[in-house]
């Protein structure tokens, strides 16, 4: 039976959460949206492979890992199971009972459990269905993360009108119940994973685990068993060494948490500020940080303390600590093709990439500095990131010796080809290399040029250069274009004539006669 495909992504995440960040198979299952047996069971391959350590070693890329992990002689595969919540709802329908239901599983699954089995596991699933856990939160294990209903409108200054509906993003940590929040813009990519990293600088630290609300922003797919997260949301969770764990969807139980924090911002923030006008996010926040104190230090009423002396004398030594580098915001793109001249585009920029890899698939990550390109996971090119369209950023060590060689050329030896031609064309090729801001971004253009001899001959080559110098059409297509078209063998324009000027006579006086 033929394996199913391993998104090696997601064994990295594995690796990274379970042996680099220490966390538990069940929590790194829920994070990642894969069940424990398959987390033990790509831990037990990392280990038989040798590589039970993280980080990987830097040469390591998906295709080496994944002959490593996963050799072509795949485990045995287990037998599928129906989805139980679909057993249970068919259930309340009149007529259908289990044994239907069996019959119908079995057409779709030859090989499936029988009766017996399938009566079992259906009742066990029912045992745990209106189960309550009670959770002992660990300190600095979670955060827990979501949005009140309630919007604050900020207004114009000049005409009073609303331009702007405020979002709050709540956030509060799973032992000392210390909150955060903040007014957002919207509750869009950029402010939702900026504002986490807000969070952990005003926490000064980061827990194990983010719990997140299925929020489009953070969750590209909401799925009870294999939510997708956002890449950018776990770019950033990675750089502050932080597992993802969307909540299950319609599951508030899952996020109580920061239900009960919620709560508390919409009575005693956003209730306090509900006669308020804001004319800036930044006013609305200087507010919300104020009040946010206060919420923080007041006492709790069946325990001594508050949040705030609860995480000094808790959570805060449990946190772990921020990472030197500050953050910066990423987005991803899958599968550019590197072109024929070992460049990538990206945002109408062109950026290099060793030349053995042209014509290759990468993934871009791409912050507002740098631009990195990885390839099956490896990166293997890393550039400043430039915002001028059409231009080219290249690295010389990815050329080939050849072009290397060829950028060495100097000026004089491409004027030299073109004076044999003539002095039209040698006089176009000068002005094509001075047009560019480095001689060397004409090259290609002017070797177009000088080719245009070998199809039509010098002759005409000539001819076709001194009309584009008559036009000022510098470039490589104005020389083919009257070529193709057979305008070098027409008569150049002739220059308008400048129309005389009436008024000026030998018998008129003019402006100097009166000083």
């Not at 929590?27 to 398959?38: D, F, I, K, Q």
């Not at 831990?43 to 490593?68: H, Y």
């Not at 017996?116 to 209106?130: G, P």
């Not at 956003?270 to 930044?282: P, V």
Request: hydrophobic content about 35%; aromatic content about 10%; proline content about 7%.
């Amino acid at each position: 039976m033929v394996r199913p495909r391993v998104e090696m992504r997601k064994v990295r995440e594995v690796l990274r959460l379970t042996l680099g960040e220490g966390l538990s198979r069940r929590h790194v299952g829920r994070a990642v949206g894969l069940p424990p047996a398959t987390i033990y069971d790509y831990l037990k391959r990392a280990e038989a492979a040798g590589w039970a350590v993280w980080p990987l070693p830097a040469e390591v890329d998906d295709r080496e890992l994944e002959q490593r992990l996963f050799p072509s002689a795949g485990p045995p595969s287990l037998r599928a199971l129906p989805d139980w919540a679909t057993v249970k709802q068919e259930l309340r329908r009149k007529g259908v009972t289990l044994q239907l239901l069996h019959l119908e599983y079995l057409e779709q699954n030859p090989g499936g459990y029988q009766y017996s089995q399938f009566c079992r596991h259906y009742h066990e699933w029912r045992r745990h269905l209106d189960l309550v856990l009670r959770h002992d939160h660990v300190a600095g294990k979670k955060m827990f993360v979501d949005f009140p209903g309630q919007a604050v409108p900020i207004y114009d200054p000049e005409s009073e009108a609303v331009v702007l509906e405020a979002q709050i993003f709540v956030s509060v940590l799973g032992a000392s119940n210390l909150v955060y929040a903040e007014a957002l813009p919207s509750q869009q990519l950029v402010p939702w994973v900026n504002a986490h990293a807000h969070a952990f600088a005003f926490y000064g630290g980061c827990p194990e685990i983010a719990v997140i609300d299925n929020l489009p922003a953070g969750v590209t797919k909401a799925h009870r068993y294999e939510p997708i997260v956002n890449e950018s949301y776990l770019d950033m969770a990675s750089h502050f060494g932080v597992a993802v764990e969307p909540a299950r969807p319609y599951r508030p139980r899952d996020k109580a948490k920061v239900e009960v924090a919620v709560l508390l911002v919409e009575r005693w923030i956003l209730a306090r500020l509900r006669n308020r006008r804001f004319y800036s996010l930044g006013e609305l926040n200087l507010e919300v940080r104020k009040l946010l104190a206060v919420v923080n230090q007041k006492p709790f009423k069946k325990m001594p303390g508050s949040r705030q002396s609860v995480f000094e004398e808790v959570e805060r030594l449990a946190l772990r600590p921020l990472p030197i580098r500050p953050y910066e915001f990423a987005t991803f793109m899958r599968g550019r093709k590197v072109h024929i001249d070992y460049h990538v585009e990206v945002d109408y920029h062109y950026y290099s990439v060793p030349f053995q890899h042209a014509g290759e698939r990468v993934d871009i990550r791409l912050t507002a500095s740098i631009v990195e390109i990885f390839l099956r996971g490896r990166r293997v090119a890393s550039h400043l990131r430039s915002y001028l369209r059409g231009k080219h950023t290249t690295d010389r060590s990815h050329m080939p010796e050849s072009h290397r060689r060829h950028l060495e050329w100097p000026p004089h030896r491409l004027l030299s080809w073109a004076e044999k031609t003539g002095p039209q064309t040698a006089e176009l090729v000068k002005g094509v290399m001075e047009s560019r801001p480095h001689p060397e971004q004409g090259y290609r253009t002017c070797l177009g040029i000088l080719r245009l001899g070998k199809r039509y001959g010098d002759r005409r080559l000539e001819a076709a250069c001194t009309r584009a110098l008559t036009v000022r059409a510098l470039s490589y297509r104005s020389v083919e274009s009257i070529l193709k078209n057979g305008l070098d063998q027409k008569p150049l324009p002739e220059t308008a004539v400048k129309p005389v000027d009436r008024r000026q006579h030998e018998n008129l006086r003019g402006p100097d006669y009166y000083r």
